[in-house]
């Protein structure tokens, strides 16, 4: 998968993916693309743009 990542949120917060999916859904309202993917090796929640390229 190529996407460039947004935002990452920690999946150990009491909210778990909740944060990732507002800002991801703001980001959506915005015209933007955004999907929310779950990084095991880093135990977290990214914001991607899965038409954008990764840096």
Known sequence: MSAK???RFPAGSP???WTA???AARRRTEGQPA???MDL???AFLV???TGDED
Do not use: A, H, I, M
Request: overall charge negative; charged content about 40%.
């Open 48 to 50: 991607v743009d899965p």
């Open 21 to 23: 999916e507002e800002y």
């Open 41 to 43: 090796k880093s135990d």
């Open 35 to 37: 999907t929310v993917v």
């Open 5 to 7: 990542v947004l935002e």
């Open 15 to 17: 909210r778990g993916s």
